[in-house]
């Protein structure tokens, strides 16, 4: 299909494909590549996949691309399935969304942790493409060389630090290796590279391309508890007076909940969680051993998402919400995209120019679409009073109504992105 197998004057091999990341977007692409016979390489910071739970939500079209890659059914058997949602305030509930009717479980809406999916991700690379993941390694520099394209590597230390761990890059030339063998400061080379290294992307920061900040700054506060079994299969949304509370379910009993705070509430715990959520709701939880997690809202998107051929994906192109579940989602929509472009760019170089503009452009479009999605669930769960809280009431009361519920069903599961 395309050259493989190529060496460059070291005598070292030239990939097709690095993608830097190995998280659960770069991970998927990877993949994804992998089923189309490119010759790929991920290489990871983290020595170790996170265990925090992180993402949960997965959207019907994010399982087609989880069934191109054949973990969808597996992915399907790990989660539970989300029927709808419901909108509740002041004890009453203003209206309900039905996510799907039909019995097609590719268009279900799943509840799944994000580190259980990254796990049957990997799984699955490595099937695919043995020893091609290489973890604790820290990429230091790109830059294109003629037709390809070189990435300086070092080593992550991880380092323990109270509060949890934090990785740091050992000197090049240590001659330390990272898992898979990568010396500190070797050099890779491929025809491609990806970044798929999350919001703070190195590479993006390397390529000197910027983000243009949209609006962001609320914040929240998240803690899984164990489900009381009220909500069966259902996201409930609550719109009080003090801010919105969400809780969706989890595998094996649980429920996550997040609720916005005034401020940011680092040192929080999941009992203080648990209080707020009874001041607003009046909703009891049960305790729970699972640690709580704050987070401040920032929504950017790069000025471009292709420079030569290196290209951006996920957090690293664009970083959305969580509050909707779109960010993982949407980089995974990313990779369905960019998998054959890269493929065609591989297999017809003259058109690598035009399919690599096309994912630019579509993806940008798509990723300003789910901005201003998250936009609109921010402001609609912010703390209102008197007239305002009444009015908004009134507008989801109409929105949750046929016909306008069914256009809202198709934007909170994505189908038009």
């Known amino acids: 299909m395309h050259e493989r197998g190529q060496a460059n004057d070291s005598g070292a091999r030239v990939r097709d494909v690095i993608v830097v990341g190995g998280g659960p977007v770069g991970i998927l692409l990877a993949g994804l590549l992998a089923v189309r016979g490119v010759d790929v390489e991920v290489v990871e910071q ?16 994010s399982l087609r691309a ?5 973990v969808a059914e597996e992915v399907l058997a790990r989660a539970v399935r989300i029927r709808g949602g419901v909108v509740r305030s002041d004890g009453r509930t203003l209206g309900r969304l039905a996510f799907t009717e039909t019995v097609d479980r590719m268009q279900s ?39 390809r ?23 090049i030339g240590t001659g330390g290796t990272g898992e898979g063998g990568v010396s500190a400061g070797e050099t890779l080379e491929a025809r491609y590279v990806v970044a798929a290294d999350g919001a703070r992307s190195l590479v993006r920061d390397l390529l000197g391309i910027r983000c243009t900040a949209r609006t962001g700054g609320e914040t929240y506060l998240m803690s899984d508890y164990p489900d009381t079994g009220e909500h069966l299969g259902e996201a409930v949304l609550f719109f009080e007076r003090g801010g919105v509370v969400e809780s969706f379910p989890l595998p094996g009993g649980r429920r996550r909940w997040v609720a916005m705070t005034p401020t940011l509430q680092a040192d929080a715990t999941s009992d203080d969680l648990a209080a707020l959520i009874r001041a607003r709701t009046g909703t009891q939880l049960p305790p729970t051993t699972a640690e709580a997690s704050a987070f401040s809202v920032q929504q950017r998107l790069a000025t471009r998402l292709v420079a030569g051929r290196v ?35 591989l297999r017809d170089p003259e058109a690598a120019s035009g399919v690599l503009g096309d994912y630019d452009r579509r993806r940008r479009r798509s990723a300003r679409m789910a901005a201003r999605q998250a936009d609109f669930n921010m402001a609609m769960g912010g703390p209102v009073q008197g007239l305002r809280l009444r009015a908004r009431n009134g507008l989801v009361r109409a929105l949750a109504a046929p016909p306008a519920s069914a256009v809202l069903a198709r934007a909170f599961t994505m189908r038009w992105l």
């Open 149 to 171: 394209v070189a990435v300086e590597t070092a080593k992550t230390v991880e380092t323990a630090k109270p509060g949890g761990t934090h990785g740091t890059v050992e000197g």
């Open 311 to 345: 290209v951006l994906i996920g957090d690293a192109a664009h970083q959305i919400s969580p509050i909707g579940g779109q960010g993982m989602n949407l980089g995974w929509l990313d990779a369905l995209q960019l998998a054959p472009a890269l493929e065609r760019a």
């Open 66 to 70: 989880l069934e191109q890659l054949g």
């Open 46 to 61: 983290r020595a170790k996949p996170s265990l925090r739970s992180r993402a949960i939500g997965i959207h019907p079209p």
């Open 109 to 147: 809406v799943i509840s799944l942790p994000q580190f259980e999916t990254e796990a049957v991700l990997r799984a699955r690379f490595a099937e695919l493409a043995p020893g091609r993941l290489r973890g604790g390694v820290t990429v230091t520099g790109v830059s294109e060389r003629g037709g």
